[in-house]
Structures are given as structure tokens and as C-alpha cells.
């Protein structure tokens, strides 16, 4: 198993315009997230999906954002109208879901900037 | 959810032992208390897990007091290649996920 991917790991786009970004978890891993990371920040918490059911949605994830695991294997997640604000780097993490035991493995993430 | 407090920065020279210590007052009884280790556009990579006294891997150690209100991950002979954000995490969120806060910057000084 090659770890988390995630793609692209940049992407430059212009204010108003929609991007996603695509992320596969480890194959093993039922559990998948999504953080947002800006500059000197610790992650934050976007959302996350127990197979394929989005379980827990931030308030950070406005309606401008839809993340997606259709049959509970690769995800995606759809900034639509994007905003300058947008310009983080967006990570995908998957873990096994092992209660309080449960570590997360992370992809490299996606620098998005919105020019 | 336990908050953790860790200091911003630090700074070590190489090969020196750096012990970054986090304060979690409220933790839970079934909290475990997990660090993890962020280069520069990088995720975050798991480095240790632990619940009480000490525990080692070939990367790491974690002390672990009796009342579990603080841990302190311990790095030895630190090279340059440590350089690296690290996060104390502690217990979940409301939910399922876990708490981030923004970490201890380390900077290893030739």
C-alpha cells in the first residue's frame, strides 16, 4: 500500500471558479477526513466519513463546500465559487477507527491558492 | 474535549535531547495521548501513542505522569532533520475527530 494520495498537490485557480481535489485513502482504512491547514495553523477539521456516509460536517465547511465517498473507497472534495479566503492546503487523513487508539495517516495535501 | 497547551517554538542544537512537554488538564479517563510530526508541505505522520507512564519507539519516547494532566515527548540526539512542527493531541472531538491546536515549532540549530 502506498499510503494516502492525494491530487492535485497544487492548484492555482481564479476567484469564482469551482476546483476539487481528489483523495485515496489507505485500502484497509474505513474512516476518512478532511482538514484545512492556512499558514502558522494547526489542521482544521472539515469533515469525515465512516465508509461511505458523510458522519460529520464542520461549521468551517460552508455550502460553497460538498466532499463526497461514493462506495466508501477514494473521495472528493468541491469548492464551488472559490474565494481568496479558500487559499490553504487542504489534507486528506484515513485511519482505521480503532476508538481512542485511532492514528491518523495523512496525505502530502492540496496547496490550493485563489488568485 | 481536553484542550492542550504546548509552547509555540523551541530551539535545540543538534544532538541534544528536546523534551516538548503539553498540558491537558482535562483529559478523560479513556483519552489516549497521540503526537504527531508535520514538515513543511507535508501532513502530519504519526510519531507515538500512549495512555500512562512511559512509552518508546525507535523515533520517540513519551512520559506520562500518574495524573495524566500533562505528557512530554522526548526526542533524543536530535539532528537537524527534526525540524518540524509537533502536536500533542488528546481524546476526540465532539464526534470523531480529533483536535489539531497549532503545535510546538522546533528549530535544530547546527
Known amino acids: 500500500d502506498t499510503g494516502v494520495s492525494q491530487d492535485p498537490r497544487h492548484k492555482i485557480t481564479k476567484r469564482g471558479q469551482n476546483v476539487t481535489f481528489r483523495c485515496d485513502p489507505i485500502?484497509?482504512?474505513?474512516?476518512l477526513y478532511w482538514y484545512r491547514q492556512t499558514l502558522g495553523q494547526g489542521p482544521e477539521f472539515l469533515t469525515y466519513?465512516?465508509?461511505?456516509?458523510?458522519?460529520?460536517k464542520s461549521r468551517l465547511l460552508s455550502d460553497r463546500f460538498s466532499a463526497e465517498r461514493p462506495k466508501g473507497s477514494f473521495s472528493t472534495l468541491e469548492i464551488q465559487r472559490t474565494e481568496q479566503g479558500d487559499s490553504a492546503m487542504y489534507l486528506c487523513?484515513?485511519?482505521?477507527?480503532?476508538?481512542?487508539?485511532?492514528?491518523?495517516?495523512f496525505g502530502s495535501g492540496t496547496r490550493l491558492t485563489v488568485v | 474535549l481536553a484542550k492542550t497547551t504546548q509552547p509555540i517554538s523551541m530551539d535545540s542544537y543538534e544532538g541534544q535531547e528536546v523534551n516538548i512537554t503539553c498540558s491537558h488538564n482535562n483529559i478523560a479517563t479513556n483519552d489516549y495521548i497521540t503526537w504527531y510530526q508535520q514538515f513543511p508541505s507535508q501532513g502530519p505522520r504519526f510519531i507515538i501513542q500512549g495512555y500512562k507512564t512511559k512509552v518508546t519507539n525507535e523515533v520517540a519516547s513519551l512520559f506520562i505522569p500518574a495524573d495524566r494532566k500533562s505528557s512530554t515527548l522526548s526526542l533524543p540526539r536530535v539532528s537537524l532533520s527534526d525540524t518540524a512542527v509537533y502536536y500533542c493531541?488528546?481524546?476526540?472531538?465532539?464526534?470523531?475527530?480529533?483536535?489539531f491546536g497549532t503545535g510546538t515549532s522546533l528549530t535544530v540549530i547546527p
Open positions: 485500502s484497509e482504512h474505513n474512516r
Open positions: 487523513a484515513s485511519s482505521l477507527g480503532s476508538g481512542q487508539t485511532d492514528r491518523y495517516t
Open positions: 466519513f465512516q465508509n461511505e456516509a458523510q458522519l460529520e
Open positions: 493531541l488528546v481524546g476526540r472531538n465532539t464526534g470523531n475527530q480529533f483536535y
